[in-house]
């Protein structure tokens, strides 16, 4: 019964930057490979940037490279995502989501409620 509460969203100027944070409860935070989403109102789901156990991997996506970075804090459970340099089109739900490596048939296993991100003038 693994749980995670994202926090650190609101409204923010293009290009400023916002810190996102995820704290997972519940199962083992080492075993997880981590990652966040982001869902815009009438678009489809897409992958932002995921970090495994050790935080030597980690997997962005082409919009967002160069601009965010996700880092992890095993000691406290914690996942981050650093968004610098944002733009209007970042404007999104995002969620955290946690990939137990022990259940290799499913990709995302557990899934946290969203923090809503606005990047506006």
């Known amino acids: 019964q693994v749980q995670l509460v994202e926090s650190g969203g609101g409204l923010v100027q293009p290009g400023g930057s916002r810190r996102l944070s995820c704290v997972a409860s519940?199962?083992?935070?080492?075993?997880?490979?981590m990652g966040w989403y982001r869902r815009a109102p009438g678009k489809e789901r897409e992958f932002v940037a995921a970090?495994?156990?050790?935080?030597?991997?980690?997997f962005y996506a082409d919009s967002v490279k160069g601009r965010f970075t996700i880092s992890r804090d095993n000691t406290k459970n914690t996942v981050y995502l650093q968004m610098n340099m944002l733009k209007p089109e970042d404007t999104a739900v995002y969620y955290c989501?946690?990939?137990?490596?022990?259940?290799?048939?499913?990709?995302?296993?557990?899934w946290g409620q969203g923090t809503q991100v606005t990047v506006s003038s």
């Open positions: 989501a946690a990939d137990d490596i022990m259940t290799p048939a499913v990709l995302y296993d557990y």
């Open positions: 970090i495994n156990w050790s935080s030597m991997g980690r």
């Open positions: 519940g199962g083992t935070f080492s075993n997880y490979l």
